[in-house]
């Protein structure tokens, strides 16, 4: 386990994201389940690149990301890949653990760097099985995650690379503390499962437009309403949907 730098500067939802309530569904727990999770809540850092779980392997930890996001892959036999859904400090990876399956044929990959919380299967299966608000919290999340993962097949079979890499921005920005995003092109074309020539154009096209600049891996949101106008309605779905089940549970 990797301990944070003492003078990282986190910051998120008014806490300090070296503390659990830097991710929002544990800031949604009751002090009473909160304060029983504490002692088994790991503080790790979730560098790019890292495989948080494989397809068709067993979990044996939940991760709740602080600052870090983990995108969800399915992976065909040929080695090519595609984003089935993101997730930051809104959620959980680890669904299958709680859902019954205990494996699932997707892999979970850290996107974007940065902190976050583990815990180890055996002590989240008690708290859901116990029936209580740790189970309706983490049953509303994962519909939510499901309305995500429904409306991004959606999008990439109906609409334009243009409309999805917004709806990739803005996503991956709700879930991030800042503007800016550090992705290269190549990643940013695994996740959407495109070639990297197409999300260099739309790339393009979105900077032009003045949304976005986009130099050396970095990618800077100029203005976040002209991504929502130019985006198709699927992100307005997904996050109309979170707020209705979860927001109003944080708040």
């Given at each position: 386990?990797?301990t944070?730098?003492?003078?990282?500067?986190?910051?998120?939802?008014?806490?300090?994201?070296?503390?659990p309530k830097?991710?929002?569904?544990?800031a949604?727990?009751?002090?009473?389940?909160?304060?029983?999770?504490?002692?088994?809540?790991?503080?790790?850092?979730?560098?790019?690149?890292?495989?948080?779980?494989?397809?068709?392997?067993?979990?044996?930890?939940?991760?709740?990301?602080?600052?870090?996001?983990?995108s969800?892959?399915?992976?065909?036999?040929?080695?090519?890949?595609?984003?089935?859904?993101?997730?930051?400090?809104?959620?959980?990876?680890?669904i299958?653990l709680?859902?019954?399956?205990?494996?699932?044929?997707?892999?979970?990959?850290?996107?974007?760097?940065?902190?976050?919380?583990?815990?180890?299967?055996?002590?989240?299966?008690?708290?859901?099985?116990?029936?209580?608000?740790?189970?309706?919290?983490?049953?509303?999340?994962?519909?939510?995650?499901?309305?995500?993962?429904?409306?991004?097949?959606?999008c990439?079979?109906?609409?334009s690379?243009?409309?999805?890499l917004?709806?990739?921005?803005?996503?991956?920005l709700?879930?991030?503390?800042?503007?800016?995003?550090?992705?290269?092109?190549?990643?940013?074309?695994?996740?959407?499962?495109?070639?990297?020539?197409?999300?260099?154009?739309?790339?393009?096209?979105?900077?032009?437009?003045?949304l976005?600049?986009?130099a050396?891996?970095?990618?800077?949101v100029?203005?976040?309403?002209?991504l929502?106008?130019?985006?198709?309605?699927?992100?307005a779905?997904?996050?109309?949907?979170?707020d209705?089940?979860?927001?109003?549970?944080?708040?």
């Amino acid at each position: 386990m990797s301990t944070p730098h003492p003078n990282q500067p986190w910051k998120l939802l008014g806490a300090n994201a070296r503390e659990p309530k830097g991710n929002q569904l544990l800031a949604a727990l009751p002090d009473a389940e909160l304060q029983r999770w504490m002692p088994h809540l790991e503080c790790m850092e979730l560098p790019l690149g890292q495989s948080l779980y494989e397809s068709g392997t067993t979990l044996s930890h939940a991760y709740f990301p602080t600052t870090a996001i983990v995108s969800l892959l399915y992976v065909t036999e040929d080695g090519s890949s595609a984003e089935i859904a993101v997730v930051g400090n809104d959620g959980i990876v680890g669904i299958p653990l709680f859902m019954g399956g205990g494996s699932t044929p997707s892999r979970g990959v850290v996107q974007s760097a940065g902190y976050g919380f583990r815990l180890r299967a055996q002590a989240l299966m008690q708290e859901f099985n116990a029936s209580g608000p740790v189970m309706h919290l983490l049953l509303r999340y994962t519909q939510a995650l499901i309305t995500q993962m429904t409306q991004t097949a959606v999008c990439n079979r109906h609409h334009s690379l243009d409309q999805q890499l917004c709806r990739w921005l803005l996503l991956s920005l709700d879930r991030l503390q800042g503007s800016e995003l550090i992705m290269t092109q190549e990643l940013i074309a695994n996740m959407l499962g495109v070639r990297r020539e197409g999300v260099t154009e739309a790339a393009v096209k979105l900077q032009k437009a003045g949304l976005i600049r986009y130099a050396r891996g970095h990618i800077t949101v100029l203005n976040r309403q002209g991504l929502e106008q130019r985006s198709c309605e699927c992100y307005a779905v997904v996050k109309k949907e979170y707020d209705r089940l979860l927001l109003r549970q944080i708040v």
